[in-house]
């Protein structure tokens, strides 16, 4: 049976919900990236832009999204999961 460090097995319902969550977390991440794309065309007609302010909004979107998995990284090593005692 496959096992993590801290013994999550993947048969159990912890296991189960930690690889849904991961799945989940990046099934939008992709969906939100295909959004931006579908919607440039928009934006670029709707503002009158050409190719290459649209490249900074592309920039803009995806360096944004860079800093926030930073910071959630680091929020999650720091405040995250806790070992917990079991008896």
């Given at each position: 049976m496959p096992e993590v460090a801290g013994g999550l097995r993947y048969r159990s319902s912890t296991g189960r919900w930690v690889i849904a969550a991961a799945v989940m977390g990046s099934s939008i991440a992709a969906i939100d990236a295909t959004v931006v794309g579908i919607a440039l065309p928009t934006i670029g007609r709707d503002f009158g832009v050409g190719l290459p302010a649209l490249?900074?909004?592309?920039?803009?979107?995806?360096?944004?999204l860079a800093a926030f998995l930073l910071l959630g990284g680091s929020l999650?090593?720091?405040?995250?999961?806790?070992?917990?005692?079991?008896?």
């Open positions: 490249q900074w909004v592309v920039t803009g979107y995806y360096l944004t999650s090593d720091r405040f995250g999961r806790r070992r917990a005692i079991r008896k």
